[in-house]
């Protein structure tokens, strides 16, 4: 249902590869909302690909710009964020989203992650010899921590972007 205005921020959660930005943009045009994406946002405020990011400050350097990153954009009203996949290790980031936004966790198993993300080298954590087996692994972590934010769980197994789209609006429509 194109052009449906709802009230409030949506806030998309997952692992690389679950849709994010793909399922955001989309759910932004259909909402009437304009669309963030954390990952973007970094870049754009330093002039430097993620995975420069982490070759020269490290992992811990990317995490306090994207803790900078969300604090800021969770400030921002009627928009969707797509966010980046660990943003949920932060318990400060997971207290922002919960408290300003409707928080969706696109879910997806790492064998269909992996083959949705194996051909992009702009990820670094998976610039692995295993990057099936890294995906197993930040699953069985970060599988809690994003049900723990979120307010509706989406199976994206066996859907397109455009079924997802309807499905979600479906869902919030629901929404009081
Ligand atoms: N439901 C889906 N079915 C098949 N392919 C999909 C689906 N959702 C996204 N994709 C594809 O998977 C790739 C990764 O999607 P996207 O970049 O939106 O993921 P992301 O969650 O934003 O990842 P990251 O955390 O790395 O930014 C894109 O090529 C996208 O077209
Ligand atoms: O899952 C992660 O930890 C990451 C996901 C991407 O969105 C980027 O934020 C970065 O590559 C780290
Ligand atoms: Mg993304």
């Known amino acids: 249902m194109p052009g449906m205005r709802m009230p409030g921020n949506f806030y998309l ?3 690389m590869g679950a849709g994010k930005t793909t399922v955001g943009r989309a759910l932004a045009r259909a909402t009437q909302k304009t669309f963030y994406d954390s ?3 970094i870049e754009a405020r330093t002039g430097a690909k993620i995975h420069m990011i982490f070759e020269i400050e490290g992992e811990s350097g ?3 710009r994207e803790a900078e990153s969300i604090a800021e954009l969770t400030q921002l009203q ?3 964020l797509g966010t980046g996949g660990g943003v949920i ?3 400060n980031n997971r207290k922002l989203l919960r408290r300003n936004g409707y928080v969706i966790y696109l879910r997806a198993s790492p064998e269909e992650l992996y083959s949705r993300t194996c051909h992009d080298k702009n990820r670094p954590l998976l610039q692995t010899a295993d990057p099936l087996g890294k995906l197993r692994e930040l699953y069985e972590i970060r599988d809690p921590l994003y049900r723990e934010v979120a307010d509706l769980v989406i199976d994206t197994s066996q859907q397109t972007v455009n079924s997802l789209l309807q499905l979600l609006l479906k869902e919030l ?3 009081p």
């Open 13 to 15: 959660v997952g692992l």
């Open 39 to 41: 990952d973007h946002d």
């Open 62 to 64: 990317f995490r306090e």
């Open 78 to 80: 009627g928009i969707v």
């Open 89 to 91: 290790l932060n318990p």
């Open 173 to 175: 429509e629901r929404q």
